[in-house]
């Protein structure tokens, strides 16, 4: 993720037009040698093993925090009694206890800050907002996501170590629920409003695993798996599932919503494309032509679609790196007054989706229905 936030910062400038400039003023890192390819692949000034000092400058005005999960309360809080602005990758924090404060600190020192849900900065998925917001699902009825990957199959997969601390609770805190369903979380309640209460299972399938740096076995404790079921305050019903075990899937983060009027899909692994079913007329209610019902595949890469008009010709498709950099557009233009193409999640809203994550796992624990607080 250190790519993707540095590029965002070095691209935004060229694509946007920004009441700032962004400068890559220092990166922090542990590993000097690594550090300093890093600064000359992505044109950092200066690199730094303390991060605190960075936190301290006065030369610098946002602090983005791309580390490991157990790391990003501390710094989170130490840049907001800074006065920095502040971008946060997801999961916001470890648990709920600690994304609280977090919120005390951002707002008591009033700096703007972003947290990473990227996923909503994909033109496909701004577009299924839009068709939301203009009445063209109509009431809600159901919502299913599933956030899908098949890395960690191999039982020869570590844990531990720099690359694999995902597998670490005390790392990364949670597994899947926190990694890949906070995402997941995240768009259902831009989309569908929030989520009163889940119940859900989670399951580990490779209990032991050898630590990438002590050799020995270690035992495993995030989930690897987690499916929920969920009650929206809007009284549509929603099912999510995630795995890393899915095998063949590798980013398969799909969005699905179906109304009264209408209907909308949304798969990461064809990120270009909107599929729409469209029913009844928005303004009169009324079913639209027969001879016209069915799904639509809407290739999203026209001016008049969101954050498109930023790139190239109608039909040449944007990529991932494309997300980070309309978040990073959005939330500078928010932080000088301007209107972004859609408002950036906040840390306070960032927290609202680690409560939702943490009734996941205690309904998994309890095998209960949880009331989100
Ligand atoms: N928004 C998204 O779509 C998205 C995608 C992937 C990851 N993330 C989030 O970004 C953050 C980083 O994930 P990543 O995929 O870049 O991980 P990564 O494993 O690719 O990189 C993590 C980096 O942190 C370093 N590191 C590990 N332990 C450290 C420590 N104790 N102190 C300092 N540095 C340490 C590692 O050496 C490595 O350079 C996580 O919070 C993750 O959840 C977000």
Redesign the pocket.
């Given at each position: 993720?250190?790519r993707t936030h540095s590029n965002a910062f070095n691209q935004v400038g060229h694509f946007f037009d920004l009441p700032y400039q962004t400068v890559l003023k220092c990166c922090y890192?542990?590993n000097v040698e690594n550090l300093k390819k890093f600064q000359s692949t992505w044109g950092y000034e200066a690199i730094e093993t303390d991060w605190r000092k960075i936190v301290e400058s006065d030369e610098i005005d946002i602090i983005d925090v791309?580390?490991?999960?157990f790391?990003?309360k501390e710094m989170v809080v130490a840049a907001a009694e800074a006065g920095k602005a502040i971008i946060c990758?997801?999961?916001l924090a470890m648990n709920s206890a600690e994304a609280a404060e977090m919120v005390a600190a951002v707002e008591k020192a009033g700096v703007p800050t972003a947290v990473?849900?990227?996923?909503r900065r994909n033109p496909s998925v701004a577009l299924f907002k839009q068709l939301v917001d203009e009445n063209r699902i109509g009431r809600p009825f159901h919502y299913r996501a599933t956030y899908n990957q098949d890395y960690t199959i191999s039982k020869k997969v570590p844990v531990g170590g720099?690359?694999l601390?995902?597998l670490d609770a005390n790392?990364a805190g949670s597994g899947v629920t926190g990694?890949l369903l906070a995402?997941s979380i995240d768009s259902a309640e831009w989309l569908n409003g929030p989520i009163e209460k889940v119940c859900a299972h989670t399951e580990i399938f490779i209990k032991e695993r050898t630590n990438a740096v002590t050799g020995e076995k270690t035992p495993i404790t995030i989930d690897d798996a987690c499916m929920f079921m969920a009650i929206f305050k809007n009284g549509s019903n929603g099912l999510f599932e995630s795995s890393r075990y899915a095998r063949g899937r590798k980013n398969f983060n799909t969005m699905e919503m179906n109304g009264e009027n209408g209907a909308c899909y949304f798969n990461l692994e064809e990120p270009e494309y909107l599929q729409f079913f469209r029913y009844a007329d928005p303004e009169t209610g009324k079913k639209v032509e027969d001879h016209l019902t069915g799904w639509q595949k809407i290739l999203v890469t026209n001016s008049e679609h969101p954050y498109m008009s930023h790139y190239w010709v109608p039909g040449t498709v944007i990529g991932y790196e494309h997300y980070f950099i309309n978040q990073l557009a959005d939330f500078l233009i928010q932080m000088s007054g301007g209107t972004p193409v859609y408002p950036v999640p906040t840390i306070s809203d960032a927290a609202r989706t680690q409560k939702v994550c943490d009734a996941v796992i205690q309904s998994a624990k309890e095998e209960r229905w949880v009331d989100v607080e």
């Open positions: 993720m250190g890192g542990r791309v580390t490991p999960n790391l990003h990758e997801k999961p990473s849900f990227c996923y720099a690359s601390w995902r790392v990694d995402h």
